[in-house]
């Protein structure tokens, strides 16, 4: 199954386990990206997004006004604003790594004092880099696959807070970088794949993940996503990079609107 069609699953099952008992659903669709989601979706707090109403998912009407519907929702649209986060990674849970075998670089809330209390949960995509003169992998720009959230399927054991969870999609020769504990990460996101979901199962759940992150490495491989590798803000120089919206040296953010972020 490619890319697409695994985001119209999981799409899908974000609006059926939100709205099964009162159709039609309601989709969020983000002015003036186009961007097509489920209620909740990924910035509408941050950004403004208008709601507009349309039959289910699930309905089996096969009309081209709806066959053009569902091919909307395939399309995986820019976030409106660039997200750039540098700080300190944190110990997390345990639960990546150990549980479901996908090793996560962890950036609380408390980091980046409100910045993420806008910004809806959601899986996202984007760039990162760790910061460091030695080690595997450091300084270098990786793909990566991010979870802002509290990771819900953790029935009684919830982050207490919200929490940047970035899995670092890894080439081949850097397969093993150890753990980033401690370590300064850049991160920065581009793009939403879909809400964060409570999922009955763990092995839905790893499942889940597997699928983002063949959407996110398939998504970054378009020239539109390709060209924000090259960010400065992922370039560590002599000088440490202080985000324009907010922090200091140690923990800092800036959200800029995405068609001006790299000129």
């Known amino acids: 199954m490619n890319c697409s069609k695994l985001r119209s699953v999981m799409l899908a099952l974000s609006l059926s386990a939100s709205a099964a008992f009162s159709p039609p659903t309601t989709i969020t669709k983000l002015n003036p990206t186009n961007m097509i989601g489920a209620n909740h979706h990924p910035l ?19 009309s081209d006004d709806d066959s053009s519907q569902n091919e909307n929702l395939d399309v995986i649209e820019p976030l409106p604003k660039v997200l750039r986060f540098r700080g300190t990674v944190a110990n997390g849970y345990g639960r990546g790594g150990k549980k479901l075998g996908v090793p996560t670089a962890n950036l609380p809330e408390s980091l980046f004092s409100n910045a993420l209390s806008d910004i809806s ?44 969870e970035a899995h670092l999609i890894l080439e081949e020769n850097n397969d ?10 850049r991160l920065q996101l581009i793009g939403s794949l879909r809400p964060e979901m409570k999922f009955p199962s763990f092995p839905e759940l790893l499942s889940a993940i597997q699928n983002d992150i063949v959407c996110a490495k398939e998504a970054l491989t378009e020239s539109r996503f ?22 200091d040296e140690d923990a800092s953010w800036e959200f800029q609107d995405f068609d001006q972020a790299l000129l």
Do not use: C, H
């Not at 450091?138 to 054991?157: C, D, H, L, M």
């Not at 093993?176 to 990460?185: C, L, N, P, R």
């Open 44 to 62: 509408s707090s941050l950004f403004g997004i208008t709601t507009m109403t349309t039959t289910s998912l699930s309905s089996s009407s096969s």
């Open 176 to 185: 093993k970088m150890g753990d980033f504990y401690g370590e300064i990460m």
């Open 121 to 164: 949960t959601g899986v996202y995509f984007g760039w990162a880099l760790i910061e460091g003169s030695s080690g595997k992998g450091r300084n270098a720009i990786q793909k990566a696959v991010v979870n802002v959230g509290y990771s819900p399927t953790f029935a009684g054991e919830e982050n207490p807070e919200k929490i940047i």
């Open 226 to 247: 390709v060209e924000f590798g090259k960010d400065e803000f992922l370039e560590v120089g002599d000088g440490v990079w202080i985000g324009e919206s907010g922090g």
